[in-house]
């Protein structure tokens, strides 16, 4: 078996991929094993139809033990699909891992070029520069970091509870923050879900009990997270506890301080309803709230405002939970890794004023009406018009805020299905006569279809075109104190004008309002949508680009519970295994601090873009954290003495592989002793 300290003179071997057609299709791989073998130092050349297979991989170890190869070349597909495949393969064979190098001749040259021989060409001088590049490869070790078994979730929808709850009931240790007084997220607000009408209550409360009542999991609700430093394994969070001036130790939720306060009625819109009904003071969101805890909002209390209250509700309080002196609280945890179901916002539909969206009083947001239909909501489940009529017909308008360059490109998924199962609730309630507004119907997920043939069969009508206005303007008798829905049915060619008494605009998901700021303080990164970004929208659907963070629900794009479910348990099971194994191997292509060449400038302090850089006082040194590190360079590039240096990045890789790229392809020398193209 080979052995080398990276100075003995380089033997390469060198293997090409035809990846079935993809590269084979345009790249002359042939051409291309044949010329790698006239290069300095090649040993081996070789092309084969899948070098990532396992006879691919024997292909390599085989050659490195029979030929004494000490560097190993593979001319193929993205190094993030296969670089670790062919390190291992290269480290079976006996070499350090880091005496490989891969040439990306899929992505970027045969599924870029329409011209075979122009395509060719641009393979061979990406190989050529490879080789040479690979003779200034030497060993490197990756590190270890061990991973602090506990874990933080941010966010209590479903997404956050249900990741939660799997990784305290594999007996770890579970934070979970949430920004607003009760957990539950958008699925607490709503009736019924789809396909098969479960009572949203039903199901979603048991797991919010489990959460408030697990050993393993603590729930700081009405709580934000406010700096994260670290790394993975090892990250230090500091959460901000606001005061709810009520005591979560001594409220037993009563609410008895809610009926003595001396607002008789409510005064203030209620969040929770969507302002569709008036809370006082003290309030609790809603009835099911976990925790089950009354808090008093600052800004409407008497007390806060002009100290003058009579401050009845702590009269009443027998367990002396009100505290109006309350303040808040900065928290500090330290965990290993890290869940972000941070959810989504709806669409503002006033964007859209040609729907009538905070015009017309009987024009609705899908969630408003979600509140209007349930037993809970403002009106007991009555449908009940804000002018204080039953409707009679209901327009459900579909796409508000989705696929529409002029507010989102992008289909929000859940919309269809939520319009029709409010069409099956709006019927159930009313006995109205229920119109969808849709553009195409996608009923993509399990019983989804089954569900929209049910409507079909309940009589609700469905006119296929995009909504042009809703409009108060009436052109016949009928419309009359009316809105007026107007839309070109595609389907049968002509513009109708439908009069309702009631408009359901079908509002779109979006990212959360503070969503860069989230990805900031976290450091991952955000889609061109503004949704979190995942390290691979097909292999790694919940990794972040930062080890140990990851996401899961709506956070990451739009998806309805059962996709937010799934993904909640990828995220905890990611987790999972890193922390069951304990520690992390690191990447070894981290800079570093050459110290007799650095002047202390502080230059690079503030450029790394992950604070993996600090100073060391004493030798007035810069000193860079390899946990933190991530192998990006900028620092590399910044100090201004050449003091920083990185590996796998050496100058003289760089430089050699720059001069077998501008390197003439006729004037190769012969290399290699026994080259085998085959």
Not at 388 to 417: E, L
Request: proline share 5%; hydrophobic share 35%; charged share 25%.
């Amino acid at each position: 078996m080979p052995e080398t300290n990276g100075h003995d003179a380089p033997r390469v071997g060198f293997y090409v991929c035809h990846c079935g057609h993809n590269i084979a299709g345009t790249v002359d791989v042939a051409e291309v094993a044949r010329f790698a073998g006239t290069l300095p130092n090649v040993i081996v050349a070789r092309d084969y139809k899948y070098m990532c297979s396992d006879p691919g991989q024997e292909l390599i170890i085989t050659d490195i033990r029979e030929h004494r190869l000490n560097r190993i070349v593979v001319a193929s597909c993205s190094p993030l699909l296969h670089e670790h495949t062919f390190r291992v393969a290269t480290e079976k064979g006996g070499l350090n891992p880091y005496f490989f190098q891969m040439v990306n001749i899929r992505e970027n040259v045969s599924w870029v070029s329409d011209d075979p021989a122009a395509a060719t060409a641009k393979a061979l001088d990406l190989v050529r520069a490879a080789v040479r590049r690979v003779a200034h490869h030497r060993s490197l070790a990756t590190k270890h970091v061990r991973i602090h078994p506990d874990v933080l979730v941010v966010g209590a929808g479903i997404s956050g509870i249900h990741a939660a709850l799997t990784l305290a009931n594999a007996g770890k240790k579970v934070t979970l923050v949430e920004r607003e007084p009760t957990i539950g997220g958008h699925m607490a607000m709503f009736d019924k879900t789809f396909p098969t009408l479960d009572c949203a209550a039903c199901i979603l409360t048991p797991k919010m009990s489990a959460v408030k009542n697990h050993p393993n999991i603590t729930l700081w609700s009405y709580s934000e997270v406010t700096e994260v430093s670290g790394f993975v394994g090892n990250y230090t969070v500091k959460v901000k506890r606001k005061p709810r001036y009520v005591s979560e130790e001594l409220c037993v939720g009563c609410m008895e301080c809610i009926d003595a306060c001396v607002y008789k009625e409510g005064k203030t819109p209620d969040e929770f309803n969507q302002g569709l009904s008036r809370r006082k003071p003290v309030y609790i969101p809603f009835p099911q709230a976990t925790p089950q805890v009354v808090l008093i909002d600052p800004d409407t209390c008497i007390e806060f405002k002009s100290g003058r209250c009579k401050k009845t509700c702590v009269e009443k309080c027998d367990r002396d939970a009100i505290d109006f002196k309350q303040k808040e609280e900065i928290k500090e945890i330290n965990v290993g890794t890290i869940i972000l179901a941070t959810g989504f916002k709806t669409f503002d539909a006033r964007r859209i004023p040609y729907y009538g969206y905070g015009k017309y009083p009987n024009v609705y947001s899908s969630i408003e009406v979600e509140r209007l239909v349930n037993a809970s909501g403002p009106t007991g489940g009555d449908l009940v018009l804000r002018d204080g009529r039953h409707p009679k017909t209901v327009g459900i308008i579909h796409c508000v805020g989705s696929r529409d360059r002029n507010t989102n490109r992008w289909c929000s998924r859940t919309c269809c299905m939520y319009s029709l199962k409010l069409a099956h609730l709006l019927k159930e309630h009313s006995d109205a006569e229920v119109y969808n507004f849709y553009i195409d119907i996608r009923a993509a997920g399990k019983a989804y279809e089954e569900f929209y043939d049910k409507l079909l069969e309940e009589n609700i009508h469905f006119v296929r075109g995009r909504v042009a206005e809703v409009t108060d303007w009436s052109a016949r008798p009928e419309e009359e104190g009316k809105l007026v829905i107007r839309v070109e049915d595609t389907l049968i060619g002509v513009v109708r004008r439908v009069p309702v008494d009631m408009v359901v605009l079908a509002v779109g998901m979006e990212p959360q309002a503070d969503s860069q700021d989230v990805r900031r303080m976290f450091n991952i990164s955000c889609s061109t949508e503004g949704f979190f970004l995942e390290r691979h929208p097909k292999l790694a659907p919940v990794d972040t680009f930062t080890d140990g963070i990851y996401i899961a629900g709506a956070c990451q794009g739009p998806k309805d519970i059962p996709d937010s479910v799934a993904q909640a348990g990828a995220a905890a099971a990611q987790a999972l295994s890193l922390i069951d194994a304990g520690e992390i191997e690191l990447e070894p292509n981290t800079a570093y601090i050459v110290e007799e060449d650095c002047s202390g400038c502080k230059s690079c302090l503030n450029i790394c873009p992950y604070t993996a850089i600090t100073r060391d006082e004493v030798k007035q040194k810069a000193v860079i954290n390899e946990a933190l590190c991530k192998g990006c360079g900028t620092c590399v590039a910044t100090c201004p003495s050449g003091a920083i240096r990185q590996n796998l990045f050496e100058d003289e890789q760089i430089f050699s592989e720059i001069e077998g790229l501008l390197q003439d392809n006729e004037s190769v020398p012969t290399g290699g002793e026994a080259c085998q193209p085959q």
